[in-house]
């Protein structure tokens, strides 16, 4: 029975219904929890403490936008940017109930404005800007806010020279702004060029789950890509897969180890290490002190006051050793252009 | 047909789509068949009117050739036109063949080594979008069918040549949107263009299938509607009754407005058209406005090129 039909989205219903038939917990509990893997119980306390990883079994719970953001950042935490954009109702539109009660909703459950926060933080002692989602807030689902908050995520790491941190937990798409969250899609993608102008990397870490338009955007450009383990990585969920073509699906289906062994991830990272090993892969990117005004230069054509931040970049310059300038160059002697200098 | 003749048309059809009443749930499902209607022309309808010669071009070079999705180069006015589109079938065998329009990742490869070279060589872009969606199949996410999408979009959007995405028929979701970015988007009188099928919305939203009407009605995917939110540039109409009751006069609608936006997009510095089509989507969107002051697009203010 195709009930779907052609529907290529992963909704939001259906990977609650998925979740809770493969005895998930539906709803991100922000307080105690029982792992569903192996029954262990845990305290609310005992839930933060562990980063919402299972000490007994690994499994790894869902975390919302903020406690992300404490995981991953250090000591003092992040300063939130844009926290007051909010959703409007560009089509009036109700399905079981009207969009702006679903909003209103989602805004008291969660506390959230919207379903991603966007800050400034340093990983382990690496300065970034970080964009993360929440599940919790309409199924992490992309409308216009996330898209423009995204949109100046990419823009504000640019300007400051940042790289770009992507934590992923969306069900696509937010069919209730209809054919304008379609448009996130492009606008997300287009953003996020400021950092490939900057030249500075994108990091994305893809929690569960992954899927629709978010993944078929933004969530699939990171320079460097990690998944955490058990995330739903799909544009198509396997329901709507097994509906539409009747395939018999294998159970780690679309799952982060499978995604890995696809050649669509570059790693599957352990919450508890995350921190770590992005703080590491940050560090190796970082580009020397006094940065490459050669190369950092396109970004004065992106963003605004970008001229002047790349003026300042070429009076900073060099910094390097001439003898190592004349290394890289044999032949010349000339050791003051900063055009040539190593990235 | 003169550029003085199609520029009266294109403001005439405008104003009218501008001061359209909002359409009510009969005329919207009426829409929604109208855009798959089996008689409708499709990608190579069009392409085989518009171009005195087409050579379509097979394969993404690192898999397979994808046959719900055609690529290739076109003489167009005497000038080379890269043409991309999904495809649909009309018989059984042909719907097979072609996966209903439903393109994987090769498809989108194949779109991006077409698009490749056209802004290589210096020629326009124009994608023709029909589909209910990209292909839902474990081999396509296997093989990165949400990569192949967003690379699509990005490579759309860094293109140097001009581009044009017509949507012609159904544009439903990301495999939509993968040829949709572009310096103009134009959009046929009966077609839909929309987040997700009705079908689809009608199971997901209500739980229950046979709420597609329903789900029309929510989402208003027309093209009066889609040219009121700012994401098409244009409303192309088509011949009296639809498209499906005459190909040649379709295609030769489409061929004037197609041709006039293309000359008009040729005028712009390559610099200036990919501003402007950062600008376009980045504007899609509207937010909350609080305290009237947020200054983001909350709707078309200005009348469309023409
Ligand atoms: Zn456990």
């Given at each position: ?6 529907n ?19 709803r ?15 305290s ?6 562990n ?10 719970f869902p ?98 020279g ?20 379609l ?20 990091v ?10 978010v ?23 396997p ?7 009747r ?28 921190a770590?090993?992005i ?26 006051g ?38 | ?20 009443p ?39 070079r ?22 991309i ?83 012609i ?23 839909t263009?929309?987040?997700i099928?009705?079908?689809?919305a009608?199971?997901?939203l ?23 939110w700012?994401?098409v ?13 005459d ?8 061929d ?8 008009d ?42």
């Amino acid at each position: 029975m195709s009930r779907v039909g052609r529907n290529i989205h992963v909704s939001v219903d259906r990977l609650r219904q998925l979740a809770q038939r493969e005895g998930r917990p539906g709803r991100i509990k922000a307080d105690a929890g029982t792992c569903p893997k192996c029954d262990s119980h845990y305290s609310a306390d005992e839930m933060r403490r562990n980063l919402r990883v299972c000490p007994a079994c690994g499994h790894h719970f869902p975390v919302t936008a903020r406690e992300r953001m404490e995981q991953l950042g250090e000591p003092g935490g992040y300063v939130e940017l844009w926290p007051e954009l909010r959703a409007s109702d560009p089509l009036q539109f109700t399905d079981l109930k009207p969009y702006t009660e679903r909003i209103a909703e989602a805004e008291k459950s969660t506390g959230m404005g919207e379903a991603i926060v966007c800050a400034e933080l340093e990983v382990r002692h690496q300065p970034a800007v970080a964009a993360v989602m929440d599940f919790t807030f309409m199924g992490g689902s992309m409308g216009a806010v996330v898209g423009e908050k995204f949109a100046r995520a990419c823009d504000h790491a640019a300007q400051k020279g940042l790289p770009l941190i992507i934590v992923s937990a969306s069900g696509g798409a937010r069919m209730q702004e209809g054919t304008l969250a379609l448009m996130q899609m492009a606008k997300t993608v287009i953003a996020l060029d400021a950092l490939a102008e900057a030249r500075v990397p994108v990091v994305v870490v893809l929690a569960h789950p992954t899927t629709g338009g978010v993944w078929a955007s933004f969530a699939s450009l990171g320079d460097v890509t990690y998944a955490e383990p058990g995330a739903l990585i799909a544009f198509s969920g396997p329901r709507v897969i097994e509906e539409t073509t009747r395939e018999v699906l294998p159970a780690d289906f679309g799952r982060a180890e499978a995604q890995l062994k696809n050649g669509q991830v570059d790693a599957v990272v352990d919450r508890r290490e995350l921190a770590e090993r992005i703080g590491r892969v940050l560090h190796i990117l970082a580009r020397p002190a006094g940065g490459d005004a050669s190369t950092a230069a396109p970004a004065l054509q992106w963003a605004q006051g970008g001229a002047q931040r790349v003026g300042e970049a070429v009076q900073a310059l060099p910094s390097l050793p001439r003898k190592m300038m004349d290394r890289m160059r044999p032949g010349s002697t000339d050791g003051e252009d900063p055009g040539e200098a190593p990235s | 047909m003169s550029d003085r003749k199609q520029g009266g048309r294109f403001r005439k059809v405008t104003d009218k789509v501008r001061r359209a009443p909002e359409p009510q749930e009969d005329d919207l499902w009426e829409r929604v068949q109208l855009a798959r209607h089996a008689q409708r022309p499709y990608t190579l309808d069009y392409i085989n009117r518009l171009c005195t010669d087409f050579e379509e071009l097979h394969g993404d070079r690192y898999f397979a050739d994808d046959a719900a999705l055609v690529a290739g180069f076109g003489r167009y006015h005497d000038t080379p036109v890269a043409f991309i589109g999904q495809q649909k079938g009309r018989d059984t065998n042909e719907r097979t063949y072609r996966n209903f329009g439903m393109a994987g990742p090769e498809g989108y490869r194949k779109a991006m080594r077409v698009m490749e070279i056209a802004n290589r060589l210096g020629m326009p872009v124009v994608t023709l979008i029909d589909t209910p969606g990209a292909f839902p199949g474990a081999s396509a996410e296997e093989r990165g069918q949400g990569g192949a999408i967003s690379r699509s979009i990005q490579m759309m959007w860094r293109l140097d040549v001009p581009t044009v995405a017509v949507v012609i028929g159904e544009g439903s979701s990301g495999g939509a949107l993968g040829l949709g970015v572009a310096d103009r988007v134009l959009m046929l009188e009966n077609s839909t263009y929309s987040v997700i099928s009705p079908e689809g919305a009608s199971a997901i939203l209500w739980r229950d299938a046979s709420k597609a009407k329903l789900a029309a009605q929510a989402f208003k995917p027309t093209a009066a509607n889609c040219y009121r939110w700012g994401v098409v540039d244009a409303v192309v109409p088509e011949p009296e009754g639809g498209a499906h009751t005459d190909h040649e006069q379709a295609a030769e609608i489409l061929d004037q407005y197609l041709s006039r936006t293309l000359a008009d997009l040729g005028a712009m510095p390559a610099a200036e058209r990919r501003r402007a089509r950062r600008e376009r989507f980045r504007k899609l969107g509207p937010l909350r406005d609080p305290e009237g002051g947020m200054g983001m697009a909350t709707g078309r203010e200005t009348p469309p090129p023409g």
